[in-house]
Nanobody
Framework: QIHLVESGGGSVQPGGSLRLLCTAP???????????MAWYRQAPGKQRELVAA???????NYAESAKGRFTISRNNSRKTVTLQMNSLQSEDTATYYC?????????WGQGTQVTVGS
C-alpha cells in the first residue's frame, strides 16, 4: 500500500466549487505513473461509491452524478491527482477519499470532508 494525502475539502454553498487534491509524497515518479487513481465518496449511512477515476494512461471515467460537473486530472511529475468539482449540490456532501490501484492492491487516503449547504 502507498501513502496518500488528501486536501481541499470544506464547506460551500450550493452551486459553488471545490478542488480536491491528492498527493503521494513517498512515491517516486516512475512508480506513481504505474497507478490508476480515483476519487470515492461516502455519505453518512451510505456505501462508499466511485466518483471519478483516471487510469495510468489518462483515461477517465465518471459516475453519472459527476458527469458534466466534476473533472479528474493527474500530474505525474508532481505525483498528484485533482478533482475539480463545480455546481456542487447538497447531495455531494460526503467524505471524499483518494484511491490508488495497481494490480489487486488498493490504497486509501484518510479522507477529506465536503459539505454543501445553505
Amino acid at each position: 500500500q502507498i501513502h496518500l494525502v488528501e486536501s481541499g475539502g470544506g464547506s460551500v454553498q450550493p452551486g459553488g466549487s471545490l478542488r480536491l487534491l491528492c498527493t503521494a509524497p513517498r512515491l517516486i515518479f516512475s512508480t506513481f505513473i504505474q497507478y490508476d487513481m480515483a476519487w470515492y465518496r461516502q455519505a453518512p449511512g451510505k456505501q462508499r461509491e466511485l466518483v471519478a477515476a483516471i487510469t495510468n494512461s489518462g483515461t477517465t471515467n465518471y459516475a453519472e452524478s459527476a458527469k458534466g460537473r466534476f473533472t479528474i486530472s493527474r500530474n505525474n511529475s508532481r505525483k498528484t491527482v485533482t478533482l475539480q468539482m463545480n455546481s456542487l449540490q447538497s447531495e455531494d456532501t460526503a467524505t471524499y477519499y483518494c484511491n490508488s490501484r495497481r494490480g489487486s492492491v488498493d490504497s486509501w487516503g484518510q479522507g477529506t470532508q465536503v459539505t454543501v449547504g445553505s
